[in-house]
């Protein structure tokens, strides 16, 4: 037994209380610190915060084209809605979208905020107080949790960040790749691997594919390629295998859409063995998923399928000033589909929904286009083309155009094309220089033109005695024109206008041997279908009956609008001269090819300038008109007025035609102008006169008529003028016809055609032509020798 040491210390209780105290107080600390580290709320050691304005934020990422979900929204530490929280202050001057007090939407910026028992009001710049219950955005954001459940996202959606309206696809669209589809386009998911240059593209990107294509198989993906007969292509490589083919680059695809970029996806591959048998194995395979056009759809999988070379072009995503115009999201970008043409559509026949049902899918393609885009090119939809008749031959891979298409109501046939005021005339293309040229739908006018100067071959045959020769010559034939010396190339060709206006109905080309080859718009054309008006097919024939001794000319007209000031009208020219008192005949190249030329408004309205002849058809010329003249009212005659040089002739006035041998001076008069016409003759006297000779050579000068009219001018080639109508005065008719029929010598003096402002009585008296008779006031002395008798005549001023 151990014995007791009285002096031993012992240890105080106190100790032992300060121990446990110590050991309480680190448990606590680290229980607390592990509740605040697990999230778990201290509500005794919570301090109250003031009131924040808290905007709805996804706890958790949300995958493109997925459903936004509550569970997307739940902070599962909080046990709440996620959200970003903000001071009142902070949302001052920010735009807000709300309910006015009406129940009608609203957008107004924040002026001030304010708040009771945590309780936020808006009070926005028109004064209005808004509770914050009835803003649905703020700054963009989306306040309300029931515009963001059941929405789905366009792009992968970060955590911790508010929705806008951007982050979504339109209401209504299905979560899912069919979701993320724009319309009008439909999507495919390819292997990268097949495709180059799909590495590193994001979602939402635009491209365009290009495909290396094997001359063999260009027409399958171009319909307007024509693989020619006959031909080898030629490759200088070493090599014999396909890669050695010579490729022709085509886009097979543009403005594609990844849908999905590239990702990894494991691909279930089953193998088997004798000694382990069956085996499934997951093999990684990179796959993309793109948006394609529907008729792009089947020429990737048919170059995907052959193993072409493919390469990704991605197109241009800048923004900013000298960028291209961003293109609108594919979600609510508008196209109209309009049908692609699978097989040729000859000309004159119906269309069927079978020119437009592919031969392998069985099934129509669509192009989508622009509205404007279609508008402009007036494309036809669908609906609206079936039983129209084709006007030409529409190829294959083509949308139609309105332009393509015969008349509303056709029934088919060559007839269908031609207008109601036309015929149709066949035309032998080879008689037409230009007729290559031409395609269906052009207009043109036909000239001809033959030679004025022929040669003609002559043989003589000479006979000296028994021995017979033949002399060979040639001879010169010349023919008369009526056009100036200027318009038929110094008097050695002449032109007509055989047609105005033809339209190319219809096109005929070579199947010889030689072009059958040939694609259809290479053949050289054989002949051509023209509608023509009822006078120019008659002119057309009378044509083509003279064999080679014409040469029509094909003259194109352009179907490009004329733009110009709008300071400036246009208005018609006279082409070929037209001459006075001659109605404008409606078949007139004037009326119906009229040469145009820019004018003044203000010199339009002043000289009152046609602007349209048609109008004026069948009206009767006042003057002549010469090639480049403008026509005015002024150069018309009454409505009423009938054809011919009479109704140039004023009331009062007897016309006169003169010859140039009757009337000299006819050369410098033109149509229009005023004359005087004076008389001069010889004096004679009889034997037994004694005249002076001063005034026998003077000789007398009459007035035969004083300011006629000139009412026409008769011109010859090579001649000049040969004849006039002059408009007498009847009080002056019997005397002009009484020169006229003597023998003295009348001659035409212009009158000036200058316009006196002052003094008009006077210059009108000064302006007339007295006669001139050397025997007024001349005196005359009679002597008597013998039985003869003398008279002696002497000037006025000369005694006698």
């Known amino acids: 037994m151990r014995g007791i040491n009285p002096h031993a210390r012992r240890t105080s209780p106190m100790w032992y209380l300060l121990g446990v105290a110590i050991v309480l107080v680190f448990g606590a600390s680290a ?22 304005i808290q905007i709805p934020v996804n706890a958790r990422p949300v995958a493109a084209y997925a459903v936004v979900t509550r569970e997307d929204l739940i902070d599962t530490q909080k046990r709440a809605i996620a959200s970003i929280e903000l001071r009142p202050e902070q949302i001052v001057g920010i735009g807000a979208k709300f309910t006015d007090d009406k129940g009608e939407p609203a957008e107004s910026a924040v002026k001030e905020v304010l708040e009771d028992n945590g309780q936020f009001t808006l009070v926005v710049a028109s004064g209005q107080k808004v509770p914050l219950g009835r803003v649905r955005e703020l700054g963009g954001a989306l306040m309300s949790v029931n515009d963001i459940i059941g929405r789905v996202v366009g792009k992968d959606k970060n955590p911790g960040l508010a929705f806008n309206e951007s982050s979504f696809l339109p209401k209504g669209t299905r979560p899912g790749l069919a979701g993320a589809t724009p319309p009008g386009m439909q999507s495919i998911t390819l292997e990268s691997s097949k495709i180059t240059g799909l590495h590193g593209l994001k979602l939402g990107d635009t491209i365009d594919l290009i495909a290396s294509i094997p001359h063999e198989f260009l027409g399958e993906f171009d319909p307007t390629h024509r693989q020619r007969r006959g031909v080898v292509y030629v490759n200088k490589g070493k090599g014999t295998d396909d890669s050695s083919q010579p490729f022709a680059e085509r886009t097979i695809a543009q403005g594609a859409l990844i849908i999905s970029p590239v990702r990894i996806r494991q691909k279930p591959s089953t193998t088997s063995s004798l000694t382990q048998g069956q085996k499934v194995q997951n093999i990684p395979v990179e796959e993309v998923v793109l948006a394609l056009m529907p008729a792009d759809l089947s020429h990737v999988k048919k170059a995907i399928d052959k193993g072409l070379n493919v390469i990704a072009v991605a197109q241009s995503g800048r923004g900013g000033e000298g960028a291209p115009v961003a293109t609108p999201e594919p979600a609510t970008k508008l196209a109209v ?195 023509v008006r009822l006078k120019d097919a008659e002119a057309i024939a009378q044509a083509a009956a003279m064999d080679k001794k014409i040469v029509l000319t094909a003259a194109f007209r352009s179907n490009l609008p004329t733009a110009h000031s709008p300071d400036l009208t246009s208005v018609p020219i006279c082409s070929v001269g037209l001459r006075a008192f001659e109605a404008l005949d409606a078949w007139s190249p004037a009326v119906l090819r009229p040469a145009m030329s820019f004018v003044s408004n203000d010199v339009v309205a002043a000289r009152q300038i046609i602007t349209d002849l048609r109008p004026y058809a069948g009206r009767v010329l006042s003057r002549n008109k010469q090639p480049g003249d403008y026509f005015t009212t002024a150069d018309f005659l009454p409505e009423d007025a009938k054809p011919g040089v009479a109704a140039g002739i004023a009331a009062g006035h007897r016309g006169f035609l003169v010859a140039k041998d009757q009337l000299a001076g006819l050369d410098v008069i033109q149509q229009g102008s005023r004359v005087d016409v004076l008389a001069a003759s010889e004096l004679n006297f009889p034997d037994n006169y004694d005249v002076a000779p001063e005034m026998i050579a003077r000789g007398r000068v009459e007035v035969a008529a004083q300011n006629v009219e000139v009412v026409q001018v008769y011109k010859e080639p090579n001649r000049g003028v040969v004849a006039a109508v002059l408009a007498i005065p009847v009080e002056e008719a019997s005397r002009f016809e009484a020169s006229l029929a003597a023998d003295g010598e009348l001659r035409v003096v212009p009158r000036s055609q200058t316009v006196f402002i002052a003094a008009p009585q006077a210059n009108a008296a000064s302006d007339v032509i007295t006669a001139a008779d050397p025997l007024v006031g001349a005196k005359f002395l009679e002597q008597l020798v013998g039985s003869q008798r003398r008279v002696s005549v002497f000037p006025a001023t000369v005694k006698p």
């Open 337 to 531: 589909a309009f049908p692609l043409v699978k097989r040729t559509i000859p000309a004159f026949q119906r269309i069927t929904d079978q020119d437009f049902i592919d031969p392998v899918t069985r099934r129509p393609e669509f192009s989508y286009v622009d509205p404007d885009v279609a508008t402009q090119r007036k494309l036809v939809p669908y609906d609206f083309l079936l039983g129209r008749v084709a006007s030409r031959d529409i190829d294959v891979g083509s949308v139609i155009s309105e332009t393509e298409l015969a008349q509303q109501g056709a029934q088919g046939g060559i007839g269908s094309v031609i207008p109601a005021d036309r015929q149709a005339v066949v035309v032998d293309a080879h008689r037409i220089v230009g007729a290559d040229m031409l395609s269906v739908g052009d207009r043109l006018d036909v000239l001809g033109s033959f030679a004025l100067e022929l040669e003609r071959s002559v043989v003589e045959t000479e006979r000296v005695g028994d021995v017979a020769r033949n002399r060979n010559f040639s001879e010169s034939i010349e023919r008369k024109t009526e056009l100036a010396w200027s318009d038929s190339l110094g008097h050695r060709s002449e032109h007509w206008f055989v047609a105005i206006d033809a339209h190319v109905v219809a096109i005929a080309r070579s199947l010889d041997s030689s072009a059958a080859s040939a694609a259809p718009t290479a053949r050289p054309v054989s002949s051509l279908t023209l509608a």
């Open 31 to 52: 229980t607390l610190g592990t509740l605040w580290a697990a999230g778990v709320p201290l509500q005794f050691w919570a301090v109250a915060k003031p009131p924040r």
